[in-house]
């Protein structure tokens, strides 16, 4: 089986954390590197939350990053609210002791990108690092195979404002530089991972592993639920990130529209809003496989499946 090289984006962020995990433990994919940016939390806690993560998987041979600790443009906002000061409330977890690499996270993406056979970048948190690397190193464009983002919102619209999923509205400005790259993208939207819900059952799936994989996954997402739950009076949340990794593993879980996708980069009103052209009312040239749905109970059959196997 030939392994797709990928490169992790990301801010953990619990469910970050489980989409690190399910690529960790998914022989197709080759993780060449993770990245590190703000988001959920400050860079110092999402560079050593990524490290964590790959500790807990025995996997303190990953390539960590860190990368941007702002947005372009724009002072950062974080979600401790929905994620704890930690950014990985719920278990106790040891510090890392694996090294985090002395190069910047945008450089290891240039240089990865350019030695690489088509990689492709999973973004899982604000975009700031990606539109960095593009604005840094055009040329790089056109050797990414596929961007695979968790971002953005048509129906669901927004979570951190009226309008705006958390991802976009941190760093509008890269997101409006990717969604303008000209890369092929496929978008995780809040359309899709609001499907997703870790209710009471799943989680006790991940508990029943009886690995402490198993218990630390089911203790992030009983975190992650308080909020959600209560917010949305849902019976579990959106289990987002991990989304991205599992239609790179079964696409077939997965289905949406190619669509044209703007960015709003300056009305405060709707700022960070991703405007999806879906029923196709514009001139505006489709952009990204934009989902729409997934098969919910496929999804977390994979996901307990793989990490029950690390
Ligand atoms: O809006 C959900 C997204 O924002 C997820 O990626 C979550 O981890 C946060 O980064
Ligand atoms: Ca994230």
Redesign the pocket.
């Known amino acids: 089986m030939t392994k797709r090289p990928i490169i992790i984006d990301?801010?953990?962020?619990q469910?970050?954390a489980v989409a690190i995990l399910l690529a960790l433990a998914s022989p197709e994919l080759e993780v060449l590197g993770i990245t590190a940016v703000a988001?959920?939390v400050p860079l110092p806690l999402t560079q050593k939350n990524t490290r964590i993560v790959c500790e807990l998987a025995g996997r303190s041979d990953i390539k960590v990053f860190a990368g941007c600790d702002a947005p372009l443009h724009r002072k950062l906002i974080t979600a401790e609210h929905v994620h704890g000061q930690t950014g990985l409330d719920g278990p106790e977890m040891p510090d890392p002791t694996m090294p985090l690499q002395d190069d910047h996270a945008v450089d290891f993406i240039i240089d990865t990108a350019r030695a690489t056979d088509g990689v492709t970048l999973c973004p899982?948190?604000p975009l700031t690092n990606i539109a960095t690397a593009l604005q840094k190193a055009p040329d790089i464009a056109s050797r990414i195979r596929e961007i695979v983002l968790?971002g953005g919102a048509y129906f669901e619209v927004g979570n951190i404002t009226p309008t705006a999923e958390f991802?976009i509205y941190v760093d509008p400005e890269a997101a409006d530089i990717v969604f303008k790259s000209g890369i092929p993208i496929t978008v995780m939207p809040l359309d899709v991972t609001h499907k997703a819900l870790t209710t009471q059952p799943r989680v006790d799936a991940f508990r029943n592993m009886g690995t402490p994989i198993g218990e630390a996954v089911a203790a992030w997402t009983d975190f992650f639920n308080r909020f959600d739950m209560e917010k949305y009076a849902s019976p579990g949340a959106p289990l987002?990130?991990p989304c991205v990794i599992a239609y790179l593993i079964k696409p077939e879980l997965f289905n949406g529209r190619h669509v044209n996708v703007c960015v709003e980069t300056s009305s405060e009103l709707t700022l960070g809003m991703t405007v999806a052209d879906w029923w196709g009312v514009t001139d505006r040239t489709p952009n990204a496989m934009f989902m729409g749905d997934i098969d919910a109970d496929g999804f977390f059959d994979l996901l307990t499946t793989r990490i029950a196997s690390l």
């Open positions: 990301t801010d953990p962020g469910d970050d988001g959920n899982l948190g968790m991802n987002h990130d």
